[in-house]
């Protein structure tokens, strides 16, 4: 992700496992439980600030 920090900080508080909704592209939606773990990536001179969202999936994965 391109860095916001109000974003970022936002998910690098988040400490607990909590519930997420991810939108695919063709309208599919997918629940679920689990932990992020947030990231700085390396940066060039010039070069934008991204960060990297991982997040351990702890429950059964739901398509709606």
């Not at 909704?21 to 773990?37: E, N, Y």
């Not at 990536?41 to 999936?57: E, F, K, M, P, Q």
């Amino acid at each position: 992700f391109l860095h916001e920090k109000e974003q970022f900080n936002a998910l690098n508080g988040i400490a607990d496992s909590c519930d997420w909704k991810l939108t695919l592209p063709d309208g599919i939606i997918a629940t679920f439980m689990g932990s992020p773990a947030v990231k700085l990536d390396g940066a060039g001179v010039s070069a934008a600030i991204t960060y990297t969202l991982n997040i351990s999936v702890e429950t059964e994965i739901t398509f709606a």
